[in-house]
């Protein structure tokens, strides 16, 4: 079973960044279609971003322009570049298949993202 490790996140002010990574065991890593989801205190999780297994790639409309998606698959990796933070980025941040109900992998226990001055 594939499982999933999120890092890279921490505490920054508005304005700065921050690279995610997310770790995934298994090689079928690669043929999957995986997204970034966050989470903030009361409000249901929602997409962030996803890619492709060829690159191609989705960003909601919250985040397009500021956050960058990619993977290397040689790595079983997928990052999220994340620039020109805003307080309303603050969420815990976690990798998954996309979509979910195309067989959602276990979750990971998320990255926290706080944008604070």
């Known amino acids: 079973q594939v499982q999933l490790v999120e890092s890279g996140g921490g505490l920054v002010q508005p304005g700065g960044s921050l690279r995610l990574s997310c770790a995934a065991s298994g090689s079928i890593f690669s043929g999957y279609v995986m997204g970034w989801y966050r989470q903030s205190p009361g409000k249901q999780r929602e997409l962030v971003a996803f890619i492709t297994s060829g690159g191609g790639t989705y960003y909601a409309d919250s985040v397009k322009g500021r956050f960058t998606i990619s993977r290397d698959n040689a790595k079983n990796t997928m990052y999220l570049q994340m620039n020109t933070l805003k307080a309303d980025d603050t969420a815990v941040y976690y990798c998954?298949?996309?979509?979910?109900?195309?067989?959602?992998?276990?979750w990971g226990q998320g990255t926290q993202v706080t944008v604070s001055s």
């Open positions: 998954n298949r996309y979509p979910l109900s195309n067989g959602a992998l276990g």
